[in-house]
C-alpha cells in the first residue's frame, strides 16, 4: 500500500500522560498535513509542513502539542499532559505542493 | 463499529438512484473545493475536486457543481450503490493559503436496497 500510513491506529491512555503519533505520507509528497476530528464533525485543520519547516499553526495547537519533520519525510505529532478533552481522530494528510490531499487512516486516541 | 457522525444530516436513497449532497461554504475567496467520502472508522477519501473557475466537473459516477454567486456546491452520485454509504464532507481551501482545508459538517448517505 502506497497511501499515507499512521501508527498507532489506536491510543489508550490515562490523564497527564505524554503521547506520540506518527504518520509517513505519500513518498513523492512534499506537504504534510495533521487534522483533529471529534464525533460529529469533520476534520479541524493542526499544522502543515513543507520538508522539513512547519508553515502554519492552527491556535487549536496549543502549547503542549509539537509536530516535528526532521527529515522531510514521516513526521510526528507528540501531545503532553493529556486530557479528557484531546479525546479525537488524529489525521494526517500529504500533497504534491498545493494539490488534493490525501488522508490517512488516522489514529484514534482516548483518554480516560 | 463506531460511527463517524452521530447527528449528521442524513440523505437515504434507494439503491439504484441518484443522490444529490449539498453543501454552504463560508468564504467567497476560496479558489479549491474537495468532496471526500468517509467510512466509519477510515480517514476521509477523496472523490472529486473542483476549482473556482470552474462550475462543474465530472468523475466516473460523480459530479461536483460549483455556484460562486450563491456559495453553493453539491455532489451528484449517479446509480446509488450500497458502497456509496458513509459521511461526505465538503472542504474549502482559500486563495492564497495552499494549506489548510476547512470542512463542513458533513452528510450521512444510506443506501437502501
Known amino acids: 500500500d502506497t497511501g499515507v500510513s499512521q501508527n498507532p491506529r489506536h491510543k489508550i491512555t490515562k490523564r497527564g500522560q505524554n503521547v506520540t503519533f506518527r504518520c509517513d505520507p505519500i513518498s513523492e509528497h512534499n506537504r504534510l498535513y495533521w487534522y483533529r476530528q471529534t464525533l460529529g464533525q469533520g476534520p479541524e485543520f493542526l499544522t502543515y509542513f513543507q520538508n522539513e519547516a512547519q508553515l502554519e499553526k492552527s491556535r487549536l495547537l496549543s502549547d503542549r502539542f509539537s509536530a516535528e519533520r526532521p527529515k522531510g519525510s514521516f513526521s510526528t505529532l507528540e501531545i503532553q499532559r493529556t486530557e479528557q478533552g484531546d479525546s479525537a481522530m488524529y489525521l494526517c494528510a500529504s500533497s504534491q505542493a498545493g494539490d488534493t490531499q490525501y488522508f490517512g487512516p488516522g489514529t484514534r486516541l482516548t483518554v480516560l | 463499529g463506531e460511527s463517524v457522525g452521530l447527528h449528521l444530516p442524513t440523505l437515504s436513497v434507494q439503491e439504484g438512484d441518484n443522490s444529490i449532497i449539498n453543501c454552504a461554504y463560508s468564504?467567497?475567496?476560496?479558489?479549491?473545493f474537495i468532496w471526500y467520502k468517509q467510512e466509519s472508522g477510515k480517514g476521509p477519501q477523496f472523490i472529486i475536486d473542483i476549482r473556482s473557475n470552474m462550475d462543474k466537473r465530472q468523475g466516473q459516477r460523480v459530479t461536483v457543481l460549483l455556484n460562486k454567486t450563491v456559495k453553493h456546491l453539491s455532489l451528484q452520485i449517479a446509480a446509488t450503490q450500497p458502497g456509496d454509504s458513509a459521511v461526505y464532507f465538503c472542504?474549502?481551501?482559500?486563495?492564497?493559503?495552499?494549506?489548510?482545508?476547512?470542512f463542513g459538517t458533513g452528510t450521512r448517505l444510506q443506501v437502501t436496497l
Open positions: 468564504n467567497s475567496a476560496s479558489d479549491y
Open positions: 472542504a474549502e481551501r482559500l486563495t492564497g493559503t495552499a494549506s489548510k482545508l476547512t
